[in-house]
């Protein structure tokens, strides 16, 4: 028989039992005190409870069973029941920052839309198959990235379920990762930059001047950024990114810094964004403001459609997009020798390896990068009269 014990600064009952010899400790989602019911109600459910957990991780019963028999005895004494996976995802409290919170809301409606019925189902009732049709579905219809952005979105809540006590294990473990499909947009030139900085629409101007001038910043950053970040005496940008909660300090540029200066006085200080058009726009249909630098790119001849085709489906994306003047901004500070870690730094990347991933290259500079490298290889040598000597014979 398990038994209970009191955490300092927690509020539901923990379980306390021994599996093989080892100790474990779970909660059991039993709260000390609750409305409506006396500490020895609260304190016998969570028995019922604790009892349930330690029988099916020593397995001492079939599961099922164990499930039912425990779930009939806790409903006869007034227990919270096990919820089902719908309302335990729309109850989850989601943790970060406003951008993952948003990918964590739209991976737990996609899950609960293609689970359709099974979703009404308790949350002990999903099943590992269940959760690899799923992640098989939406690998068929979309990148492999966003497939794993899926799969660690709904884990999140399954392992929160574990730790509550109403599962022993969650029903993603096992569950494999499509395989990534070769799909790179490509690199923006030079050129291609001059021109958007000079023919397009002045409040895309702007965006593209910001985001590079900070280094690749997200669109959504770009697009929401304040007056409030911008210290003009330090000639520093400091905030915290959406997808992230990242910090990042970027040293501003002059050129930067002149525009920015420029927009403020025709705002005479009464707006809190920088640009609030696209402040509006983002806040409002967040997709809207990436079609339309799309649709921009498309119109100047500076990027078309491409075709991305997998086993049951495809679709048309663009070869470039706003998210390319990340990698732009990446590749040219690595190409002008800059430092992984001063990258890492500026970009906002949390690792190393995050920041290779946006590195870009092409045969111009691999040929420059060769031309080095033989230089090193075969100074005084090539040319010398013991190496033309070793030709001749």
């Keep these: ?22 100790k474990v400790r779970k909660g059991t989602g039993v709260n000390i005190k609750a409305v409506g019911y006396t500490a020895a109600q609260l304190k016998k459910m969570a028995q019922i409870q604790a009892d349930r957990m330690e029988a099916l991780a020593r397995g ?15 409903d006869a004494t007034g227990g919270a029941k096990v919820p089902s996976l719908k309302d335990y995802l729309d109850n989850f409290d989601i943790a970060g920052g406003e951008q993952n919170r948003s990918n964590v809301k739209r991976a ?18 999903i099943t590992r198959e269940m959760c690899q049709n799923f992640i098989d579905y939406h690998a068929a219809r979309v990148s492999a990235g966003t497939v794993r952005r899926y799969k660690c979105s709904i884990a999140s809540a399954f392992n929160a379920a574990v730790r509550d006590g109403y599962l022993m294990r969650s029903p993603l473990n096992g569950v494999s990762l499509p395989k990534d499909r070769p799909m790179k947009r490509e690199l923006f030139t030079h050129e291609e930059i001059r021109r958007m900085l000079t023919e ?8 593209v001047l910001i985001c590079l001038g900070t280094a690749g910043q997200r669109i959504g950053d770009c697009a929401c950024l304040k007056w409030e970040y911008i210290d003009f005496e330090r000639g520093v940008i400091c905030f915290d990114t959406q997808k992230t909660g990242y910090g990042v300090e970027i040293p501003m540029l002059p050129q930067l810094a002149t525009r920015l200066r420029e927009i403020q006085e025709m705002q005479e200080g009464e707006e809190t964004y920088v640009l609030p058009e696209m402040a509006w726009k983002y806040q409002r249909a967040r997709g809207t403001l990436s079609s339309e630098f799309i649709t921009l790119l498309k119109g ?10 997998s086993s049951n489906d495809q679709r048309n994306v663009s070869t470039k997009s706003f998210h390319g003047l990340r990698n732009y901004a990446v590749t040219t500070l690595r190409d002008a020798g800059v430092g992984e870690d001063m990258t890492c730094a500026l970009v906002g990347h949390e ?13 111009r500079k691999k040929q420059a990068a060769m031309q080095k490298f033989g230089n090193i290889l075969f100074a005084d040598y090539w040319s ?8 001749e014979a």
Excluded: C, H
């Design 60 to 74: 001492d019963v079939m599961l099922d069973k164990q499930m039912d028999a425990l779930r009939a005895a806790a």
């Design 1 to 22: 028989m398990a038994s209970l014990e009191k955490r300092e600064g927690r509020k539901s009952w923990y379980a306390v039992f021994y599996v093989n010899g080892k």
């Design 108 to 125: 737990f409606q996609l899950f609960v839309a293609y689970l359709g019925a099974d979703s009404l189902k308790r949350l002990d009732r």
């Design 384 to 391: 010398s009269e013991s190496y033309a000597s070793a030709r």
């Design 300 to 309: 100047m001849g500076i990027a078309e459609n491409m075709t991305v085709k």
């Design 200 to 207: 397009f629409p002045q409040a895309w101007r702007d965006m």
């Design 351 to 363: 690792n190393i390896q995050q920041d290779r991933a946006y590195y870009r290259t092409n045969i």
